[in-house]
């Protein structure tokens, strides 16, 4: 220990680092700041994790279009701790996301936008937007079948708006169609030009939290005014202030700790998530979904009308951009108690119970096939032989079951068949299933006559039996 101590005084002797960050580490802070407060310095270790575990990536990854899946699945399977890197860099970004978004949340309910801090909520609000960059450029690294298509998909959104999409889309793509300088771009967004906006804008949000302090705990009857805010709060952290060393910052450190120690857990028993095929943008039956923190926006997209979609896509982010920047601006003083504006609480809840509904729908998906689906339970078949058991059969491995379902087994994409017997003829289904229809393949190349007659006869075979209910 006494060589660790003279080695620190040397240290200390030769630098002054204790002089410079012992008084910012002991600055005052109002009384009362509780939990709520942990989820800004969660979120920047969050950050921390995914520069270091970034890095640690880099020096394996390689961001060539005919390299970057091996490497990667060499990182994950074959490279030293590669696989719980991985797993802490996927789980870092997640918890980066999601504690992000509470910390936004925290600071609109408390009110802590308004005088003299609409600097410091215009600078988390870029670092919002530049959380979501990053999210966006890591997914293509993967370098997939999965990743590009969701590329694809955001260009081809981004294409939509009016003058400049087409600009914007090959912006992302870096070109006419995805290839390896796409790859190179998000590889060169994602590992410099982005953590270096965000290390900036770290660093102004960090001076103004000094320069206007730590906002304080909002009570009711106790509004803000611009005009006497700065005495008062200087009053206030003269009075009854305590160092946020170590006064306050041990729950920042405490529930910093948990949140490394989530995180590495989650890396060790769920893992990172698995790389898949090859890219091969010539595969065009490909129903891509992304990570689940933008699952809630692929949901808005796949369930809002043809018509207005391209109005929402362009339209959607320009006016929520516009109100977070004017927030601070419009409503900077008056109350901040959450107890007096529950319009701001009502705000929040109708924003977290619209994405949670979006994002559970996005889960579930409808709208894409549903490749995990099983063969059919022999008791729903109602065969063990002959042509109904072939038909199932052929059901299941011609992929109809990934699109419709039957008493409950399959996917939601196409009409329920559980009783489409009742409803078409033979005839009707022989030419449904030959020249196919809306989102429906033909397969009249891809069955044998005998394979269509089991077919259709496993469908007639589906129909509503007694006392059995018939659902739409």
Not at 241 to 248: E, K
Not at 332 to 358: D, F, H, Q, Y
Not at 385 to 412: D, N
């Amino acid at each position: 220990m006494r060589v660790l101590k003279n080695a620190w005084q040397w240290f200390d002797d030769r630098t002054g680092i204790s002089g410079s960050i012992g008084p910012i580490a002991r600055h005052p802070v109002p009384p009362g700041t509780g939990w709520w407060y942990v989820f800004g310095s969660a979120t920047l270790i969050a950050f921390t994790i995914q520069v270091v575990t970034g890095i640690a990536l880099s020096l394996m990854y390689v961001p060539s279009s005919s390299q970057a899946h091996d490497s990667l699945l060499f990182i994950t399977n074959e490279a030293f701790l590669g696989r719980f890197l991985r797993g802490m860099h996927h789980f870092g970004a997640s918890a980066m996301m999601l504690l992000v978004g509470i910390h936004m949340i925290r600071v609109f309910l408390m009110g802590a936008y308004k005088y003299p801090r609409e600097m410091s909520w215009i600078s988390g609000v870029a670092l919002f937007a530049f959380t979501i960059i990053m999210a966006f450029t890591g997914q293509l690294l993967r370098w997939d079948q999965n990743a590009i298509w969701s590329t694809i998909v955001a260009a081809e959104q981004a294409g939509r708006v009016p003058i400049i999409g087409e600009w914007i889309a090959r912006f992302i793509l870096a070109g006419g169609t995805i290839g390896a300088v796409t790859l190179s771009r998000f590889f060169a967004f994602h590992v410099f030009f982005i953590p270096a906006l965000i290390y900036a804008f770290i660093g102004l949000h960090l001076y103004l939290v000094l320069r206007n302090g730590i906002s304080d705990p909002p009570k009711p009857g106790q509004p803000v005014e611009p005009g006497t805010y700065r005495n008062w709060y200087h009053s206030l952290i003269k009075n009854r202030g305590v160092p946020f060393w170590p006064d306050a910052a041990w729950r920042d450190v405490v529930f910093g700790v948990v949140v490394i120690a989530v995180i590495a857990l989650l890396a060790i028993f769920v893992g990172p998530p698995e790389i898949g095929k090859p890219p091969d943008p010539s595969i065009i039956e490909a129903y891509p979904r992304p990570d689940w923190y933008f699952l809630w926006i692929f949901a808005l997209f796949a369930l809002l009308p043809a018509n207005i979609e391209s109005y929402v896509i362009f339209l959607g982010p320009l006016i929520v951009g516009l109100i977070l920047i004017l927030l601070p601006f419009i409503w900077n003083k008056g109350e901040r108690s959450p107890r007096r504006r529950p319009w701001a609480v009502g705000i929040v809840l109708v924003i977290v119970i619209m994405v949670g509904t979006l994002w559970i729908e996005g889960i579930r998906a409808p709208w894409s096939p549903d490749f995990s689906a099983q063969p059919l339970p022999v008791e729903v078949v109602g065969a063990t032989s002959g042509p109904v058991h072939e038909g199932a059969e052929l059901f299941y491995s011609k992929g109809c079951e990934f699109c419709h379902a039957i008493s409950g087994h399959g996917g939601h994409r196409g009409p329920d068949l559980t009783y489409i017997g009742d409803s078409l003829s033979p005839d009707e289904m022989t030419w449904r299933i030959l020249n196919g229809g809306l989102n429906m393949p033909a397969f009249g190349g891809n069955l044998t006559p005998e394979e269509l007659d089991s077919l259709v006869a496993f469908l007639q075979s589906r129909r509503v039996r007694t006392g059995a209910k018939v659902v739409d």
